[in-house]
């Protein structure tokens, strides 16, 4: 069974930085794109980041762009996520997935129905 095991949420204030972790049990479940999706209360999930297999193309969505930075470790099946200037409104359960195919676009990158492997999610909550 592939896990996904995501790390390093919690609560900071606004202004701070958090780099969130997502292990895959399995090299051939990160054998496609690896994304970030959040989902705050009473929203829907939403896209963060994505990067592709080979780390030379990564996409971000418009809220989180120039602040929060998407890295992955083959090696290491790991995909990362940096989260610089927080805001509250960043506040939410985030979601790490991984894809079986490689996308190119930002259109199919940032799709969550582009995803199969899903983690449980980590808390990250911003205080102002």
């Known amino acids: 069974q592939v896990q996904l095991a995501e790390s390093g949420g919690g609560l900071v204030q606004a202004g701070d930085s958090l780099r969130l972790s997502c292990t895959a049990s399995?090299?051939?479940?990160?054998?496609?794109?690896m994304a970030w999706f959040r989902q705050a209360p009473g929203k829907e999930r939403e896209f963060v980041a994505s990067?592709?297999?080979?780390?030379?193309?990564?996409y971000y969505s418009d809220s989180v762009r120039g602040r929060f930075t998407i890295s992955r470790d083959n090696v290491k099946n790991t995909v990362f996520l940096q989260m610089n200037s927080l805001k509250p409104e960043d506040t939410s359960v985030y979601y790490c997935?991984?894809?079986?195919?490689?996308?190119?676009?930002?259109?199919?990158?940032?799709?969550?129905?582009?995803?199969?492997?899903w983690g449980q999610g980590t808390q990250v909550t911003v205080s102002s």
């Open positions: 997935a991984t894809s079986l195919t490689i996308y190119y676009t930002s259109e199919l990158a940032s799709r969550d129905q582009s995803y199969y492997y």
């Open positions: 399995e090299r051939n479940f990160a054998r496609g794109n």
């Open positions: 990067i592709v297999r080979n780390g030379d193309t990564t």
